[in-house]
């Protein structure tokens, strides 16, 4: 028997981690502990230390916690090997957990990055960084399995857990349009109003169009501002059944756009960030495509529409184009490849076995 050490800085590997801190008490663990929330902790894990209220985003954002996070790894580092602990789960968090990680093999202990850092867009020294360091990896996409594994990381390919948990609707409601414009404050700032204006474009040329905002929680009414004057519908804490009943999605970029391709929902993908964040990403950029069904598929069956060129005039007409019958036919078809793609069986018990035993392949 042994204790694990499991960390999650952001919510939603706070959620995977959790599946995964389940499945590893069928190895009797002596104890887990570690770094995570509330679903860690539901999970039975002790935790030391709640990083999620310090997640970031942007460049800026991350370099207004650097020190504190470091000091944060590095006092996790040491308290691990204080209790003696061999082995460690990292889930997602790339920067935070590829600093912790180095810290931890340092102290000869071993470590599974679970939704390891992303490779994909650019920074493919992250690979050659964990390979030199002998970190393993679980991850969650095949395209990025294989370039981890062309760098000689121990790699393992577990499937997505979302693939597992959503399925397409079969009652679609055509005319119900989901609109999903970010859950963190600044994106709503840069793209809700932008939103906003493509859905009065949008009812003026198709007036059956229904619109509903799936709204997180925890954010200042005054952001939805725009979506109100518009008449949009705005519904919290049901962005899931919003999104698998709607026909389409308006959707800012990141893992609802993934939500929504398992959900059989095509989307219209929007981005808009910081200059300086931007500038950089398309310096370093590996890929043409942003949008996660996109990666995943291949190919850019799904609209894209980045800084200079989102506009509610554009967004408003990918849109229609989106909707016409033999377009629409052929994403639907698509996104059930992106399906197929990413389930396998059981990607939470596949990451325990890996960090307790060692034993599953895929």
Same mark, same amino acid.
């Given at each position: 028997?042994? @204790? ?7 919510? $939603? ?11 590893? !008490? ?10 995570? @929330? ?7 894990? $002790? ?46 968090? $790339? ?36 390979? =030199? ?12 399995? *294989? ?49 906003? !204006? ?5 009812? !003026? !040329? ?21 979506? =109100?004057?518009?008449? #949009?519908? #705005?519904?919290? @804490? ?20 993934? *939500?929504?391709?398992? &959900? @059989? ?16 990403? =398309? ?16 190919? =850019? ?11 509610? *005039? ?8 989106? &909707? ?20 396998? *069986? ?17």
């Amino acid at each position: 028997m042994a @204790g694990y050490l499991i960390v999650a800085g952001e919510v $939603s590997g706070d959620y995977y981690a959790a599946q995964a801190a389940e499945k590893l !008490k069928d190895y009797n663990p002596e104890f887990l502990c570690g770094l995570g @929330g509330e679903a860690l902790e539901g999970a039975g894990v $002790s935790i030391w230390e709640n990083p999620l209220n310090r997640s970031t985003f942007g460049v800026k954002g991350g370099l207004s916690n650097l020190f504190s996070l470091l000091a944060l790894a590095r006092r996790t580092a040491r308290r691990a090997k204080e209790m003696g602990i061999k082995k460690a789960l990292l889930v997602d968090s $790339s920067g935070f957990n590829m600093y912790l990680g180095s810290l931890l093999r340092r102290r000869g202990i071993e470590v599974l990055h679970y939704i390891p850092p992303g490779v994909w867009f650019w920074g493919r020294w992250r690979a050659r960084f964990l390979a =030199r360091r002998g970190i393993k990896v679980a991850c969650i996409f095949p395209r990025e399995a *294989e370039i981890y594994r062309d760098f000689g990381v121990e790699t393992h390919y577990v499937g997505h857990p979302l693939a597992q948990e959503l399925t397409p609707e079969k009652e679609k409601e055509k005319d119900l349009i989901a609109v999903l414009p970010g859950s963190r404050t600044q994106e709503l700032k840069d793209i809700l109003p932008v939103m906003a !204006k493509a859905v009065t474009i949008l009812k !003026k !040329k198709k007036p059956e169009l229904r619109f509903i905002l799936a709204r997180a929680s925890g954010l200042a009414e005054e952001l939805f501002e725009p979506a =109100r004057e518009v008449g #949009i519908e #705005i519904v919290e @804490g049901k962005t899931r059944e919003i999104t698998g009943r709607a026909g389409l999605a308006l959707a800012a970029s990141g893992t609802v756009t993934l *939500e929504a391709a398992l &959900l @059989g929902t095509p989307s219209v993908i929007v981005y808009h960030t910081d200059r300086l964040t931007f500038w950089l990403g =398309r310096r370093m950029a590996r890929v043409d495509s942003i949008g996660l069904p996109n990666l995943v598929y291949g190919e =850019r069956f799904l609209p894209e529409l980045l800084q200079e060129n989102f506009t509610a *005039e554009n967004l408003a007409e990918a849109a229609i184009e989106t &909707l016409k019958p033999n377009r629409y036919r052929d994403i639907i078809e698509k996104l059930s490849r992106v399906q197929s793609m990413l389930e396998l *069986e059981d990607t939470p018990g596949r990451v325990a076995e890996l960090l307790a035993a060692g034993r599953r392949e895929a």
